[in-house]
């Protein structure tokens, strides 16, 4: 029940809806309970009185008629939609909670927990596991109570009846319980597996859909059906398991709750025949039996339920309370206008803990100057960005801002002095100006526009069927790739940060919109601090310092001249990338 206390706190804040509810649910069970006692007083004082006359008997006969219509009508019936309102209601506020809190935690999760997750096995959880919560809590919150008051009841009234009876319908019924609890163990464990498997099967699904075109260029579509076979098949074993499981417990439990009332009658009709009870006490008593049943069978068929909702809701509060590693703290500094250095001081870093993929690196980078990294691939020149942005945290060393550690800092605000520009830029399913105004959300259509022609995008933009208001489609797949990259640059012009961190910002131009772009990239340099990573040094000639990465390692730094003439491993870099350009009018390295 461990998963019981991390979700006691929402139904908590539902606690009125449910005793509402609650309260529906007793009038709504416990009136029809009277039925058989009306029932006796029928048999045993009215049909059989000797005292009543014909009339006095009808007439008895239709009062009680019209108030059992009456009570029915007047009160069960409002009663069982309070019941059913209230608690449906309860529980879809819970589930929006936990799925409001579910989208939070993605918001919240690190980078790590992306590289190494599916997203697809995030939204199993969001949608399948929070869905099955649904039965869990009409069972634990409303049914569980509900049919054991209700049993409770049954139980007193037939103990009034004869107690012996009682007695043995009692032991019966704790047998049909102890057989079900035993069981949903197993039920339990095969449903673990099973949900724990639809999570894989849903970001297997999602990530083949999402690399379907790519699947048709490697004719790898035979290669993944057959892949997608091997997970359904493995998965309706699992499923195949859970529901044999899940028979059998019904099936034992069923068996007995079925023979029960035979065999409580059969036993109460030797008490008849030695006169110790009478008739209609037998035919109440036999009601009172067969009422057990639809409580029993639905707390026996709320052990599957509650055993398959207690896995959902662990699995929900297990992905709640994944650890974040990059955290704001407490009482975060807010960062100020970018006003003196950036400074990275003796900083290793290792995505998986031991291979260094910066080590002991350290430099400045001050305010209104422009710097380049590059070096060979796989260097670590876009983890030095991904640091700096706090998408990861230095294992060693210190980075700091304006002299303050930028752990210190509120996650908001750092990132806010930033703005950025990658290789893959990443473009929502909604329109151009959409995408744009995300670096700003309250900028005016000028504004945007603006910043487009900065970007050297507003040409084509205008040129798009729809403009401004073209859909670009999931993650931008109706533009191409320079495209998508100069409305990832229209952004940064739009948000106007202090700090321009730019990794193959123009990597995927054409010659003739790169030299403008970069034109544009100049024209910001002014007051601005920019930060680049290239392959192609023709692009970072202009930087005021470049770092070169070699392993890890800062091996060199210096302008572009002092480079060439330190005779060292940019110079290598450099001359390879000209002897790979044969013609002077092709390379624009100065
Ligand atoms: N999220 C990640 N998880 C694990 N390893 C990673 C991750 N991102 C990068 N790496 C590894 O870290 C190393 C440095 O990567 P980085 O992206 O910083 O290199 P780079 O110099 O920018 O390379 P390129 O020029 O090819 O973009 C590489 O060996 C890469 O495989």
């Known amino acids: 029940m461990k998963e019981m206390r991390a979700f006691w706190p929402y139904v908590r804040r539902e606690r009125k809806l449910y005793l509402l509810g609650f309260a529906g649910s007793l009038f709504r069970f416990l009136i029809p309970l009277s039925v058989p006692l009306v029932v006796k007083y029928l048999f045993d004082d009215l049909l059989r009185s000797d005292s009543l006359t014909r009339s006095d008997k009808l007439g008895q006969l239709l009062l009680v008629a019209a108030i059992m219509v009456g009570v029915f009508f007047a009160v069960r019936a409002p009663m069982e939609y309070v019941r059913q309102y209230c608690m449906n209601r309860a529980n879809n506020r819970i589930l929006t909670a936990l799925r409001r809190d579910a989208f939070a935690k993605v918001h919240a999760l690190d980078a790590k927990y992306f590289a190494d997750n599916r997203s697809g096995e995030i939204g199993a959880r969001f949608f399948d596991d929070v869905e099955k919560i649904r039965g869990y809590m009409t069972a634990v919150f409303s049914n569980v109570w509900i049919e054991t008051i209700v049993l409770g009841c049954v139980v007193g009234v037939m103990v009034t009846l004869n107690g012996q009876l009682t007695a043995l319908s009692v032991l019966l019924v704790g047998v049909q319980f102890a057989l079900a609890h035993l069981l949903s163990k197993k039920v339990k464990a095969a449903t673990r597996?099973?949900?724990?498997?639809?999570?894989?099967?849903?970001?297997?699904?999602?990530?083949?859909?999402?690399?379907?075109?790519?699947?048709?260029?490697?004719?790898?579509?035979?290669?993944?059906?057959?892949?997608?076979?091997?997970?359904?098949?493995?998965?309706?074993?699992?499923?195949?398991?859970?529901?044999?499981?899940?028979?059998?417990?019904?099936?034992?439990?069923?068996?007995?709750?079925?023979?029960?009332?035979?065999?409580?009658?059969?036993?109460?009709?030797?008490?008849?025949?030695?006169?110790?009870?009478?008739?209609?006490?037998?035919?109440?008593?036999?009601?009172?039996?067969?009422?057990?049943?639809?409580?029993?069978?639905?707390?026996?068929?709320?052990?599957?339920?509650?055993?398959?909702?207690?896995?959902?809701?662990?699995?929900?509060?297990?992905?709640?309370?994944?650890?974040?590693?990059?955290?704001?703290?407490?009482?975060?500094?807010?960062?100020?206008?970018?006003?003196?250095?950036?400074?990275?001081?003796?900083?290793?870093?290792?995505?998986?803990?031991?291979?260094?993929?910066?080590?002991?690196?350290?430099?400045?980078?001050?305010?209104?100057?422009?710097?380049?990294?590059?070096?060979?691939?796989?260097?670590?020149?876009?983890?030095?960005?991904?640091?700096?942005?706090?998408?990861?945290?230095?294992?060693?060393?210190?980075?700091?801002?304006?002299?303050?550690?930028?752990?210190?800092?509120?996650?908001?605000?750092?990132?806010?002095?930033?703005?950025?520009?990658?290789?893959?830029?990443?473009?929502?399913?909604?329109?151009?100006?959409?995408?744009?105004?995300?670096?700003?959300?309250?900028?005016?259509?000028?504004?945007?526009?603006?910043?487009?022609?900065?970007?050297?995008?507003?040409?084509?933009?205008?040129?798009?069927p729809d403009g401004y208001e073209t859909e670009v489609g999931e993650r931008g797949v109706k533009l191409s790739g320079?495209?998508?990259?100069?409305?990832?640059?229209?952004?940064?012009?739009?948000?106007?940060?202090?700090?321009?961190?730019?990794?193959?910002?123009?990597?995927?131009?054409?010659?003739?919109?790169?030299?403008?772009?970069?034109?544009?990239?100049?024209?910001?340099?002014?007051?601005?601090?920019?930060?680049?990573?290239?392959?192609?040094?023709s692009t970072v000639v202009h930087a005021d310092r470049i770092f070169v990465l070699k392993q890890g390692r800062i091996v060199e730094s210096g302008n572009h001249r002092t480079l060439l003439q330190a005779n060292g491993y940019y110079k290598e870099l450099y001359e390879k990338q000209n002897a790979e350009r044969p013609s002077p009018s092709e390379s624009r390295v100065s």
Not at 296 to 307: E, G, R
Not at 432 to 458: F, L, T
Not at 502 to 519: F, H, I, M, P
């Open 193 to 464: 597996s099973l949900m724990g498997y639809r999570s894989v099967m849903s970001g297997f699904v999602l990530e083949k859909i999402q690399g379907a075109l790519w699947a048709k260029l490697f004719q790898a579509e035979k290669r993944d059906r057959e892949q997608l076979d091997g997970h359904l098949e493995h998965y309706d074993r699992l499923a195949d398991r859970q529901a044999s499981r899940q028979a059998l417990s019904l099936a034992s439990v069923n068996v007995l709750s079925d023979i029960t009332p035979f065999l409580v009658v059969a036993a109460g009709s030797l008490f008849v025949i030695d006169g110790s009870l009478s008739l209609g006490s037998l035919i109440a008593f036999f009601a009172y039996v067969d009422r057990m049943r639809a409580p029993v069978a639905a707390l026996v068929q709320a052990f599957p339920i509650v055993a398959e909702g207690g896995v959902a809701l662990q699995r929900i509060f297990d992905f709640l309370a994944i650890p974040v590693t990059v955290a704001e703290k407490e009482g975060a500094r807010t960062l100020g206008r970018f006003a003196d250095a950036i400074s990275f001081e003796r900083v290793s870093f290792a995505y998986n803990g031991k291979d260094k993929v910066l080590d002991n690196v350290s430099f400045r980078i001050e305010r209104g100057k422009t710097y380049a990294f590059v070096g060979e691939s796989g260097g670590g020149k876009s983890t030095v960005l991904q640091l700096l942005t706090r998408m990861y945290d230095a294992d060693e060393g210190t980075i700091a801002i304006d002299g303050i550690d930028i752990k210190d800092l509120s996650l908001a605000s750092l990132r806010e002095r930033m703005g950025v520009v990658t290789q893959d830029n990443f473009l929502y399913s909604v329109s151009i100006a959409e995408n744009i105004r995300m670096a700003k959300p309250d900028a005016s259509e000028e504004e945007i526009r603006a910043a487009a022609r900065q970007a050297y995008a507003h040409d084509f933009i205008c040129a798009l």
């Open 482 to 537: 320079g495209q998508k990259q100069r409305i990832a640059l229209t952004r940064v012009f739009l948000k106007n940060p202090d700090v321009v961190l730019l990794d193959e910002a123009t990597s995927a131009l054409d010659n003739e919109s790169e030299k403008r772009v970069q034109e544009s990239i100049e024209r910001m340099r002014r007051g601005k601090t920019i930060v680049m990573i290239a392959h192609r040094l």
